[in-house]
């Protein structure tokens, strides 16, 4: 029996994960999340696997301690954090404490007899991006935001327990990732949400600025052959797609999909915080998946039947 902590399980990413883990009877799986930017209604559904659910907030050691030294965990996947680019810009104090988190969360698996901690990292670590593709080890990084800064310490203290401590640990650069659990700030859910309810897709600037979207079943279909497979131990990983679209293209596409009427509108571009291009070198990820990665087209039509009931090739 594997015993496995998801901190921030209650999120898009982390759900996701316990979904997928509690289907394999020899996991127990707990979750920790604060519910800061969730919800009890946002937890995986107890069926056909069971869980654990802990509210506790991780950068806070004494409800995070009792947690961790009573499961015994044997992996631990922290993916708690404050996230998204509107919110983490407003709130730079509030991202910074998650540095608390990522310590406690360390120390905690090194006093706990934890085999690996798996730590989500962002693309933002790459920052506005030097070179095109981004590769794990070669590209250098560019992190100026709080947000970024904070991931990059995370994997800095990850590389120090290792080297200190002997604690094993994957950094998991998780770029732009998309699925149905995720919450309406982020960009393919705002724009399905305005397209099936008729209003406006907003997007900023001349909606030329490339993003790339990875359909979350890639990205947990790698990160549990990572685990059972016992796949880069203390080593980066990024977990994206590399198939660029101009966010207006996305919002043209998810019109199209949807057969919407909605308007295409243009914000004023953003101060800072939204970078112009990103791609991830994803040859690793791509060999442990070894398939094709779900095409875009393909990923908002399965977050419009799961989370939306509504069909999109009828
Ligand atoms: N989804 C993406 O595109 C993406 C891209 C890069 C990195 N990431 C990283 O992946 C992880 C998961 O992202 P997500 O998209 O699922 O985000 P999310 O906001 O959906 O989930 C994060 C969860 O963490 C919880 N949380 C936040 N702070 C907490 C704290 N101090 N203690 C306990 N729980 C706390 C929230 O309540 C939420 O349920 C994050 O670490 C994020 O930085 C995600």
Redesign the pocket.
């Known amino acids: 029996m594997k015993r496995i902590l998801v901190?921030?399980?209650?999120?898009?990413?982390?759900?996701?994960l316990v979904r997928a883990l509690i289907k394999d009877p020899g996991n127990s799986v707990c979750i920790?999340?604060?519910?800061?930017?969730?919800s009890l209604a946002?937890l995986p559904s107890r069926e056909p696997g069971r869980y654990e659910f802990i509210q506790?907030?991780?950068?806070?050691y004494s409800e995070l301690a009792p947690v961790m030294t009573a499961g015994k965990f044997d992996y631990v996947f922290?993916?708690?954090?404050?996230?998204?680019v509107q919110r983490t810009l407003q709130n730079p104090m509030r991202v910074l404490?998650?540095i608390e988190?990522i310590k406690n969360v360390l120390c905690l698996a090194r006093d706990t007899g934890v085999q690996r901690v798996f730590y989500?990292?962002?693309?933002?670590v790459y920052g506005e991006p030097v070179e095109f593709p981004q590769h794990e080890v070669t590209t250098p990084l560019n992190s100026r935001l709080p947000?970024a800064i904070v991931?990059n310490v995370g994997e800095a203290f990850c590389r120090t327990f290792q080297q200190e401590f002997g604690l094993n640990y994957t950094v998991?650069?998780?770029?732009?990732?998309?699925g149905p659990?995720?919450?309406s700030d982020?960009v393919i859910l705002k724009f399905i949400e305005a397209a099936l309810s008729g209003s406006d897709l907003t997007l900023f600037g001349d909606g030329r600025q490339t993003r790339t979207f990875?359909y979350i079943g890639d990205n947990i279909e790698v990160t549990e052959k990572i685990l059972n497979e016992e796949l880069c131990r203390n080593t980066v990983i990024n977990l994206g797609s590399d198939l660029e679209y101009p966010i207006l293209e996305v919002a043209r596409l998810v019109k199209e999909i949807t057969r919407s009427k909605s308007a295409i509108v243009h914000l004023p571009a953003l101060p800072e915080g939204d970078m112009t291009r990103r791609q991830p070198d994803i040859s690793k990820m791509r060999a442990i998946l070894g398939r094709e990665l779900t095409p875009l087209r393909v990923g908002i039509q399965k977050i419009l039947k799961c989370r939306f009931n509504f069909d999109a090739k009828g």
């Open positions: 901190t921030g399980g209650a999120g898009n990413v982390g759900g996701a920790v999340d604060s519910l800061v930017t969730s946002k506790a907030d991780v950068n806070n922290h993916y708690a954090a404050l996230v998204g404490e998650d988190g989500s990292s962002s693309s933002e947000y991931k998991f650069r998780l770029f732009n990732t998309y659990g995720q919450s982020f990875c």
